[in-house]
Nanobody, 126 residues
Framework: QERLVESGGGSVQAGGSLRLSCAVSGFDIKRYYMGWFRQAPGKDREGVANIGSNGDIDYADFVKGRFTISKDNAKNILYLQMNSLKPEDTAMYSC????????????????????WGQGTQVTVSS
């Protein structure tokens, strides 16, 4: 059974850093498209970063230069390194997996992802 468990969230001051982890079981992230999404209270879910099975990476404009998505295929863990955090980064962050084959738009929108974690809260204070 597919399972994604996020960790690493917390409360930090503006300018600080956090590293989120997404431990995956039930499928091999090496073969899947993987993504990080976030949702703030009262707002729609938005894509943060995606990594394709071929290693292609995409970032939302609002995190470029600050966040880095990576994965450890041997451990089956997806990461999101978040630096220079801003109060507007406050949200629930979730990881998601999309199995191949996928021939849709890049990066895949959230509705294309099949498997989701429960999320980890990130709160950035000014």
């Amino acid at each position: 059974q597919e399972r994604l468990v996020e960790s690493g969230g917390g409360s930090v001051q503006a300018g600080g850093s956090l590293r989120l982890s997404c431990a995956v079981s039930g499928f091999d992230i090496k073969r899947y498209y993987m993504g990080w999404f976030r949702q703030a209270p009262g707002k729609d879910r938005e894509g943060v970063a995606n990594i394709g099975s071929n290693g292609d990476i995409d970032y939302a404009d609002f995190v470029k230069g600050r966040f880095t998505i990576s994965k450890d295929n041997a451990k089956n863990i997806l990461y999101l390194q978040m630096n220079s955090l801003k109060p507007e980064d406050t949200a629930m962050y979730s990881c998601a997996g999309l199995p191949p084959p996928y021939g849709g738009k890049w990066p895949p929108p959230d509705y294309e992802y099949n498997y989701w974690g429960q999320g980890t809260q990130v709160t950035v204070s000014s």
